[in-house]
């Protein structure tokens, strides 16, 4: 191609979606929603969960053909009959799930179907594959993943980054990412982008989705506001409020209500003395009823640690909890959810940890009350199942076409509330919340907020872990910032700022060292 | 441009040693490598219990013999089994090549070979009908080699409707030879032939629609063909079989092959694959039907009582099948 050839197409759109639509069972997933990409541009969707972004991502990345609409691509129309056609004209997409084989080795994974070929025999020369997917991966400067283990034996943060390598090792024209930085730990984030960076320096054009303002701002040289279905407006300079009312219809400041007042007679719920396990070190602390105890650090510092062994999913190896003053022993979530015990868990990654995605919203609804309040003589009482189901949709306000529906198919906001609801239902005295609201849409969070203080106020006593300082400063009642496994410190009333939390979870107390004073 | 900032996961910034590694992916085989030892030290040690002596070459002779078409049979049930899919008219398909040599094997060696070759392909062409019937029908793999069992034991039926037929010296020879074990020689050929289907776009294909079809798909891969032609690979595997079969037997049975079905999948089992598809080793397989050669062996020597010999295979199939999965599990936690 010319210069001018070049020059000319700076200014023109490498993919354009015109007016597309989609619909999912009836319930309308995108509606004559448009975007223009340009190259060499990194280019944000935002919106709450459910306002067509990951649809328009997997429409214009070839997942899903749109029922109207038109896909250009550099100028002409195009339409994909699958991921594999949007790869051969340069269109990478990671998806939100991930698309690698579990039992395969992430060196298959990354050259599958362009896997490298011995020369005499014309078969996989697999020693050579391990050999280039070992310098693809420390090329992009990850060391820690080992090319010749199984895609099922590696974390899912470290699943994540594979993915995201492979679709940048097709050198791609135009790279799809959608909720990238949603299982990746921080250090993993500032990797991203800086490939980003790098991939843009080259005139790759990214499209990517995120619900945390702060990515959106350091990285997006565009931001298009999505809103049911559809894009609202195109932007190179907004301000978050701008952002989140075009969204939502609603302002930051009225996204945290006020937290209610405490009763400073309320009994203890819950008491931990000297809890340890393998990332777990004398962890005391106290719980009363109606009370919201947020739980803060850096990722990494023991909060799951804690959270898995109040619910009986790790074992604690020394320390005692006791519940409303009965000392308790917790081997299995069974008895976490015992009668007299009472304590539920929802975690963060309910994918894998929680929701069943092919069974329907009520069923995961009632499934830890099946044995209890929904059993009659060992029968399922099912009028009652319904009722309690369909109350509790309206109540949580679960966008779904019925409770009949498949959860897998609701957004990732909604799959939220239904676990909320599954743990509502079963009335639990201690409610361990593990960083709900990750990945979760400001109008959602607000919801969660407003439905965690109403749980709060009626005397349910709630254990608040959230990896978003800014949420703990304004949810909670007291907050414990662990750091290396143990309570570092406890902010109280006035104390509790944002600022206050990150600080507190990276001091370095060592005396030794002399960088005491450097957070502060 | 400065250096990308290298990434290390907070509590685990190692990584683990390879042989781990390894042994977490094929915790299967080495647990049926296990399984086969210990079977081969209780078996001789029931011998010679029983016959004062070591078992010679005459009993590995004759076990590697009869294990054989089950090995066969076992292979093609992996393949198919590795899509996630299952194949039920592998004793329909055995039953059928059996018959077919049984009536047209000559004696001259391009008889041999011809109809060797025809047998392979009335072998594929079942397979064929599976693969499609599967993939373009859209059907469940259980049903439709259900039905095709049935139907390929007809014709078996129809093409030798009594026992009989003939098979000449030197095809015996050749496969089942009693002078010694030389069979082996063909399990080490499979096992060639596996390690090159491992590294071809069909091995790769079958394992990644075992995994997820749909990923396997959004990556390129022919979904459609990796299927198909894993049902023909099954087919021409159980018409292996049916010869070896045949030449084991030195006449043809179009009813004797019934029971490959059931044992094939208990073998491939046992060898350490994953009903749930996209984990299993061809090799692990053959070991599976040896291992299951020894149960009977053991319970044979044990003096068991005919009467009772499934009921104990039943029991050791359980046993083993609980043994892989709980020690499996073990194993991949404690890396």
Redesign the interface.
């Given at each position: 191609m010319t210069d001018a050839g070049h020059a000319a197409l700076a200014g023109a759109p490498f993919i354009e979606g015109i007016g597309l639509s989609r619909a999912y069972g009836g319930v309308r997933a995108l509606h004559n929603a448009s975007l223009a990409v340009l190259p060499g541009e990194v280019h944000a969707l935002v919106g709450e969960n459910g306002a067509g972004k990951s649809t328009l991502i997997k429409v214009l990345g070839g997942?899903v053909r749109p029922d109207s609409g038109e896909i250009r691509l550099r100028g002409t129309s195009v339409s994909f009959s699958?991921?594999?056609a949007a790869?051969r004209v340069g269109v990478q997409t990671v998806f939100q799930e991930?698309?690698?084989?579990?039992?395969?080795?992430v060196a298959?994974n990354l050259f599958?179907?362009?896997?490298p070929r011995s020369r005499l025999?014309h078969?996989?020369?697999?020693r050579a594959m391990g050999r280039r997917a070992e310098e693809l991966l420390t090329g992009?400067?990850?060391?820690?993943?080992?090319p010749?283990?199984?895609v099922e034996?590696i974390?899912l943060?470290?699943r994540q980054?594979v993915e995201i390598v492979r679709a940048i090792s097709h050198e791609p024209d135009i790279l799809f990412l959608d909720e990238p930085t949603s299982s990746l730990?921080e250090?993993?984030v500032?990797?991203l982008f800086?490939?980003i960076r790098?991939l843009r320096?080259r005139g790759t054009a990214m499209v990517f989705t995120s619900h945390r303002w702060n990515e959106v701002r350091s990285i997006a040289d565009r931001i298009t506001v999505f809103r049911n279905g559809g894009d609202v407006g195109t932007f190179t300079d907004i301000s978050e409020d701008d952002a989140v009312s075009l969204m939502t219809g609603r302002h930051v400041e009225t996204l945290y209500p006020p937290v209610p007042a405490l009763t400073a007679s309320a009994p203890i719920a819950l008491e931990t003395h000297h809890l340890a396990s393998a990332?777990l070190h004398d962890v005391s602390l106290q719980l009363h009823a109606g009370e919201i105890l947020g739980v803060g650090g850096l990722?990494?510092?023991g909060h799951r640690a804690l959270f898995f062994t109040l619910f009986g999913a790790d074992r604690a190896t020394s320390g005692t909890i006791t519940v409303a003053g009965k000392q308790v022993s917790i081997r299995s979530p069974h008895d976490a959810m015992k009668r007299g015990v009472g304590i539920a868990l929802v975690p963060e990654d309910r994918k894998t940890e929680g929701l069943l995605l092919r069974m329907s919203v009520r069923d995961n609804m009632t499934l830890a009350i099946l044995r209890g309040r929904l059993s009659r003589m060992g029968f399922l009482r099912r009028a009652e199942e319904k009722r309690l189901s369909s109350d509790l949709s309206r109540q949580l306000r679960i966008k779904t076409a019925g409770p009949h529906i498949a959860v897998g198919s609701l957004s990732g906001g909604n799959q939220q509330k239904v676990l909320l609801g599954r743990w509502l239902l079963a009335e639990p005295r201690i409610l361990l919340l593990y960083d709900v609201t990750r990945g979760v849409d400001v109008s959602t969070k607000a919801e969660i907020y407003a439905l965690i203080h109403r749980l709060a106020a009626e005397g349910k006593a709630i254990l608040f872990y959230s990896s978003d300082a800014e949420e703990l400063a304004h949810l909670t009642h007291r907050v414990l910032v662990m750091r290396e496994g143990r309570i570092a410190a406890a902010l109280e009333g006035n104390a509790i700022t944002a600022e206050a939390i990150v600080s507190a979870a990276v001091r370095d107390t060592s005396p030794a060292s002399g960088r005491g004073t450097h957070a502060a | 441009?400065p250096?990308?900032?290298?990434?290390?996961?907070?509590?685990?910034?190692?990584?683990?040693p390879?042989w781990k590694?390894?042994l977490?992916?094929n915790v299967g085989l080495a647990l049926a490598v296990v399984m086969l030892i210990l079977s081969l030290v209780i078996y001789c040690v029931i011998y010679v219990a029983a016959q004062h002596r070591l078992p010679g070459n005459f009993e590995l002779t004759s076990t590697v013999n009869t294990t054989m078409p089950l090995a066969f049979a076992s292979i093609a049930q992996t393949i198919v089994v590795l899509t996630r899919g299952i194949d039920l008219s592998v004793g329909g398909v055995v039953d059928l090549s059996n018959a077919v040599a049984a009536v047209k094997l000559g004696d001259s060696l391009g008889s041999e070979i011809l109809w060797s070759l025809v047998v392979l392909v009335i072998g594929a062409t079942c397979g064929l009908v599976n693969g499609l019937l599967v993939t373009l029908g859209r059907l469940q793999p259980i049903l439709v080699t259900l039905a095709t069992l049935s139907i390929y034991q007809g014709i078996a039926i129809r093409v030798l409707p009594q026992p009989g037929g003939q098979i000449p010296q030197n095809y015996t020879d050749a496969f089942a030879s009693i002078t010694g074990p030389w069979s082996l020689l063909y399990v080490i050929i499979v096992g060639v032939l596996w390690w090159?289907f491992r590294?071809?776009?069909l091995g790769?294909g079958v394992?990644?629609i075992?995994?997820?079809e749909?990923?396997?798909?959004?990556?390129?891969?022919a979904v459609r063909r990796a299927r198909i032609l894993a049902y023909v690979l099954g087919g021409v595997f159980s018409a292996i079989s049916g010869l070896f079969l045949a030449a084991s037997a030195t006449a043809g049975d179009a009813t004797t092959g019934n029971t490959y079905t059931l044992t094939s999948i208990v073998a491939a089992v046992l060898g350490g694959v994953s009903l749930f598809g996209?984990?299993g080793n061809g090799v692990g397989a053959i070991l599976g039907a040896f291992i299951s050669t020894m149960i009977v062996n053991i319970l044979f020597f044990a003096h068991i009582n005919p009467l009772y010999q499934s009921f104990y295979e039943g029991l050791f199939l359980v046993l083993a099948v609980v043994l892989v999965g709980s020690v499996g599990r073990l194993m991949?936690k404690a890396?």
């Open positions: 997942r699958g991921p594999e790869h991930l698309t690698l084989l579990p039992s395969l080795t298959e599958l179907s362009r896997e025999t078969l996989i020369d697999r992009m400067g990850i060391d820690h993943i080992d010749l283990a199984a034996d974390s943060s470290e980054l730990v250090r993993e500032v990797w800086e490939q790098r320096a990332h990722a990494g510092h | 441009m250096p990308d900032p290298a990434i290390t996961v907070a509590g685990r910034p190692f990584r683990r390879r590694l390894l977490a992916q090159a590294r071809s776009s790769v394992f990644a075992g995994n997820d749909t990923a396997a798909s959004a990556n390129g891969v996209g984990r991949r890396m």
